[in-house]
């Protein structure tokens, strides 16, 4: 299992490909280097990531290791669903400071479209060429498993036929005070964790089949990404 | 899909503060436009015409903590169904494009001592869905409510979300509540105006010559059940897509966006010949309008479905725009009669626009809202008149 060695790799959980993260060596609870955040938005696949979110860049780095083995029919119906929605305040922030300082005509419109909650998710369908809905969804707590819980409505629904669940965690200094402050979960640490579903019935199946990956997902993830339990 | 029937609604906007007056005001083909610059905000050069509620208190409260416009919009659509038709078993579901972004611009401006806000970092936990949180009754609502942010389609996207949580709940008394706001926000005043995509002529949706949007403020809500009762339209089919490209521009050729309305047809288990009205999402930007008429023309043929849009009345309200699109198909299916596009004089080819002033419709049998949001989210919504 090799979900929490990853050295700044876009890593599979060998032994559940369908789990994947982009995140820092041993769950350290740091933050990445300057220089580790710039490997990080090369890896991505997002164009001009310098305007982007760095939480955006985390979460395609991820989504894009998840579904390295899936076709573009795979892709049709995929939604993505990133839970929480903080992680757009960085850049929120510098527009803001931009706006108030220099007035209306001088905001960059490249970063425009990233200040809103819905960057992230609608981010990495444009890397990964999902064409399934792309959301941010905020719940209460565990919000991952909230995700979860969405997703399968959705697919039982017959709205999609698959769907991949983002967590993702931006220890900027903006992000981890707005995060901290909320109490939804100790911010010192910059990751992303992506699990992709299909069905109803086979996700409980592949629950199942990897428990050592779920329990991580659930107790320890679940706790980074959406605070206390 | 199983038909989920529409048991309450209401909606604020720059036309009034409940759906009846905003509906007849639509039909009046009223735009009450305002200058932006004519409310007191803190970022220069905004002095752009906003369709505005003249009315909403703007200013960020700390009681509860970062309550500002968005909050008053959603509190008061909610507050006037919950006296209504709400009772217990009920889920709630959110949605907005920028949520409260006033609060973001007192944090912002306090952290860089431009005013002196003590505890401002109470502000920011309580943006938009927390500040739902606080209002919602203990015990009002089943769970905690779901926010969903997809830009300008986030109301459709909850209400996709209430749809399917609906069926799952299927053969029990539970109900869902969608409720979507945006005020005016500067930040996205200041976006929209340095992306080029503010009208300047005048914001008039599927008229070849309009060049721009006009930016609006307000909130919807839509209280769903899989009983009986209600008003006799039901949601009967949703497709939801995404173009999955440029960040803020639709595909020009709409692929998705024909993708999304074929299956919101096929889930509804009708032709496209059966659709007798389209509210469109229809911004007046010429990117969106002529990408929505090629797909509008590739799914319905040239011409053969009334087509209208809000936008140039009550600007485009954001992430509630998707949910006041639903609730006027809702109402022409209803009561037989489409409002115009105003103030459109013409229209991009392959469309029959309602233009000029409302029209009645030959039949009613079900009706097609749509949205779009930054990103590509593409959603279609097909309701049934089941009278």
Redesign the interface.
């Known amino acids: 299992m090799s979900l929490f060695a990853l050295d700044l790799d876009l890593a599979c959980d060998t032994a559940h490909p369908r789990i994947a993260a982009a995140s820092q060596l041993e769950l350290a609870l740091k933050r990445l280097s300057p220089t580790h955040r710039e490997t990080i938005r090369e890896l991505s696949g997002v164009p001009r990531a310098r305007h982007a979110s760095f939480a955006s860049c985390l979460g395609a780095a991820a989504v894009r290791g998840l579904l390295q083995q899936q076709t573009p029919a795979d892709l049709d119906d995929l939604?993505?669903i990133v839970v929480g929605?903080?992680h757009h305040?960085p850049a929120?922030?510098g527009?803001?400071?931009r706006?108030?300082t220099y007035?209306?005509?001088l905001?960059?419109?490249v970063q425009?479209?990233?200040?809103?909650?819905?960057?992230v998710?609608?981010?990495i369908?444009?890397v990964?060429?999902?064409?399934?809905?792309?959301?941010?969804?905020?719940?209460?707590f565990p919000a991952f498993r909230?995700g979860l819980d969405?997703a399968k409505?959705?697919i039982?629904?017959?709205?999609?036929q698959s769907a991949v669940i983002v967590g993702v965690s931006d220890a900027s200094v903006f992000s981890e005070?707005?995060q901290t402050?909320?109490?939804r979960w100790p911010a010192h640490f910059d990751g992303a964790f992506a699990l992709f579903v299909d069905a109803p019935g086979r996700l409980a199946e592949s629950l199942n089949a990897s428990a050592d990956a779920v329990d991580r997902l659930l107790n320890v993830y679940g706790k980074l990404f959406n605070g206390c339990e | 899909m199983n038909p989920v029937r529409i048991i309450g609604r209401e909606a604020a906007c720059n036309l009034g503060w409940n759906w009846d007056d905003v509906w007849a005001g639509l039909l009046r083909g009223e735009a009450r436009v305002a200058s932006f610059s004519s409310i007191r905000q803190p970022i220069s050069g905004l002095d752009l015409q906003v369709a505005m509620i003249p009315d909403l208190d703007r200013e960020v409260l700390d009681d509860p903590p970062g309550a500002g416009a968005t909050f008053r919009l959603t509190r008061a659509v909610l507050r006037s169904l919950e006296s209504g038709t709400i009772a217990t078993k009920t889920r709630l579901f959110g949605a907005s494009n920028h949520g409260e972004s006033d609060a973001l611009i007192e944090l912002v401006r306090a952290a860089d001592g431009a005013i002196n806000r003590p505890h401002a970092d109470a502000l920011l936990p309580a943006m938009a869905s927390d500040l739902v949180r606080i209002h919602a009754p203990d015990g009002m609502y089943l769970g905690g409510p779901v926010w969903v942010y997809s830009a300008c389609s986030s109301s459709l996207h909850a209400l996709a979300l209430a749809v399917a949580s609906l069926a799952e709940a299927q053969g029990s008394e539970e109900t869902a509540l969608v409720v979507a706001a945006d005020a005016l926000s500067p930040l996205a005043v200041a976006g929209f105006y340095r992306a080029g995509a503010i009208a300047r002529r005048g914001c008039a949706p599927f008229d070849p010559v309009s060049d721009g949007l006009l930016i609006g403020e307000g909130a919807g809500a839509i209280h769903l059940g899989s009983s009986t009762g209600g008003s006799g339209a039901t949601i009967a089919g949703i497709g939801m897509t995404c173009d999955a490209g440029h960040p803020t521009l639709p595909d020009p050729e709409a692929t998705q966006l024909e993708r999304a309305i074929r299956k919101a047809l096929t889930r509804a288990n009708i032709d496209a010949a059966e659709v007798d009205l389209v509210v469109a999402h229809g911004t007046g930007t010429a990117a969106n309008d002529r990408a929505e008429a090629k797909a509008l023309e590739r799914v319905f043929g040239q011409g053969t479905v009334p087509v209208t849009s809000i936008k140039g009345m009550v600007g485009h309200c954001m992430g509630a725009a998707g949910i006041l699109n639903l609730l006027v198909a809702e109402r022409a299916l209803v009561e037989g009669i489409a409002p115009a596009a105003i103030p459109s004089r013409d229209a991009v080819a392959g469309v029959d626009v309602v233009l000029g002033s409302p029209r009645c419709l030959e039949r009613r049998r079900s009706a097609l809202a749509l949205a779009a949001g930054f990103g590509g989210n593409n959603v279609a919504v097909v309701l049934k008149n089941e009278n």
């Open positions: 939604a993505i929605w903080r305040i929120s922030w527009f803001t400071e706006a108030l007035g209306a005509g905001v960059n419109p425009f479209p990233h200040i809103l909650p819905s960057a998710s609608t981010t369908a444009a990964v060429g999902s064409h399934g809905p792309a959301l941010g969804v905020d719940l209460e909230g969405l409505q959705l039982a629904a017959g709205i999609c005070w707005a402050d909320s109490q």
